[in-house]
């Protein structure tokens, strides 16, 4: 495999050979260790106690059938996952995404990715992650609420504040995360607040949680421009998606003074030069459960939709990809690079293929990975957490500026170790190695376990 040395190659083989057709997985692990030569060179103890090996290889993986019967009476079977990857900082922490596409292969890309995301944060959480092939489009209410309740009778036993603490991800939002902690609590006779984060603001959830991954995004993107000298006022901005990541990341850009001037679904894109109209997205996409191809109707014919192809070709000069793992390719990148695009920084999970990443690499435009710059909504679990153990609840306010601080360590922390291991201003590096280390040190300390 290119780009790797000698050792890490072995390792990069060996997962192959474990997990065979987990591709995406397969990607996540090579994004890491293509960073680790410099860190394994400098650390000859790592290898020795074979941190990298076991740090592929989850602690745990479980799978179970989800039975439950749905509006017509007809029983459904769904594969419900969680895959508890590394508990050598705190708790396994991690989202649960419901979507036709998860299999075994997306979950341990997640949950891979999460070990370093939240190292990163700075706060005592492991990695995990979990899921279902469940598709929640187009479900009554009332299936939601069955399929979830199934879904937790198998998972109550796995979990608890101080061994697992799942959250929401695609698909995923309170009103599942209220159907899970129900079932949860009924089952247990527990009221535990800590075993799931992104609850509801009334029933244990934090402020700023909805907007914490979009919000985080924009705040390290505006660290970058920072160190730049520059800000977002002023600043074309395409943010792709519409689901709660991409909603927030519109959000605070506007606030920080840029126009988004194009958001997506799976179906197609839309086109508003004025800037995205929140109001009316945030009813289409949070109310509705619409389709944005209705946003131009609802916005007086102002935007323009168009089906199918790529939002990438709308010209930007940041580009936050926030809908899905690898939909923006080294095509997508050499447009965004000729439309001269100066930052991508990615608010959903592994959103830009490797083809891409190389483009932008070589065209020098800034590229800031998921695991850095979308950390802010665990991050913010972790202060729900914090929040649930010490029955307290914050201010927004105080919430937010949690947030923003922690995004900043991130970015400053990123920066620091790609310039201390030779690759100044380079946020793949920075972000891989500063969250390998963290976990790899823990890992030592605590022996062959
Ligand atoms: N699913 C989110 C992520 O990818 C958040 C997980 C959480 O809050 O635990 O980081």
């Known amino acids: 495999m290119p780009g790797l040395d000698e050792k890490l190659r072995d390792i990069h083989d060996e997962v192959l050979r474990r997990n065979p057709g987990e591709t995406e997985f397969h990607q996540a692990v090579h994004e890491v260790l293509s960073s680790l030569g410099p860190v394994v060179a400098k650390h000859p103890e790592y290898a020795d106690a074979a941190v990298i090996r076991r740090l592929c290889e989850p602690e745990r993986q479980v799978i179970f059938r989800v ?28 989202g649960l995404r419901f979507h036709p596409t998860v299999y075994l ?91 799931l984060t992104g609850k509801g603001l009334t029933w244990g959830g934090s402020q700023v949680r909805p907007e914490a991954t979009g919000y985080g995004t924009v705040f390290f993107t505006d660290e970058i421009l920072k160190a730049r000298g520059d800000s977002f006022e002023g600043k074309r901005v395409v943010v792709s998606g519409s689901g709660n990541v991409a909603l927030y990341a519109i959000e605070k850009v506007h606030e920080f003074g840029g126009t988004v001037v194009a958001c997506s679904d799976s179906g197609g894109h839309i086109v508003d030069e004025r800037g995205v109209d929140l109001a009316v997205l945030k009813e289409l996409k949070q109310v509705r459960r619409g389709r944005i191809a209705e946003y131009p109707e609802l916005r007086g014919g102002a935007a323009r939709y168009i089906a199918g192809g790529s939002v990438w070709d709308v010209p930007c000069d940041i580009a936050l990809p926030c809908a899905t793992q690898n939909e923006l390719n080294g095509h997508d990148a050499a447009t965004l690079v000729g439309n001269g695009c100066a930052i991508v920084a990615e608010g959903a999970n592994m959103p830009c293929t490797p083809d891409a990443i190389r483009v932008l690499a070589e065209a020098k435009t800034v590229f800031a990975p998921g695991k850095a710059a979308n950390a802010g909504g665990v991050a913010t679990s972790a202060l729900e957490m914090q929040q649930n153990a010490s029955r307290d609840s914050w201010s927004f306010e105080h919430t937010e500026q949690r947030l923003a601080e922690i995004m900043r360590g991130i970015h400053d922390r990123c920066l620091e170790t790609a310039e201390a291991y030779g690759s100044p201003g380079d946020y793949v590096a920075g972000a891989n190695i500063a969250g390998f280390i963290q976990v790899a040190d823990a890992m030592l300390a605590l022996g062959v376990i």
């Open 105 to 195: 292969g997306i979950v341990k890309f997640l949950g891979f990715e999460q070990i370093f995301k939240n190292a990163l944060t700075g706060m005592p959480i492991g990695g995990g992650k979990g899921g279902s092939d469940f598709d929640p489009k187009g479900r009554s209410d009332g299936e939601v609420m069955r399929f979830c309740q199934s879904f937790m009778t198998e998972l109550y036993r796995h979990i608890g504040e101080h061994t697992d603490v799942p959250a929401g991800d695609t698909g995923v939002g309170a009103r599942e995360i209220g159907y899970l902690f129900g079932q949860y609590k009924r089952i247990t006779n527990r009221y535990e607040s800590g075993v």
């Open 67 to 94: 039975p439950w019967v749905d509006d017509n009476g007809q029983v459904q079977i769904n594969r419900g996952f969680r895959v508890e990857f590394n508990s050598a900082l705190g708790p396994y922490k991690g």
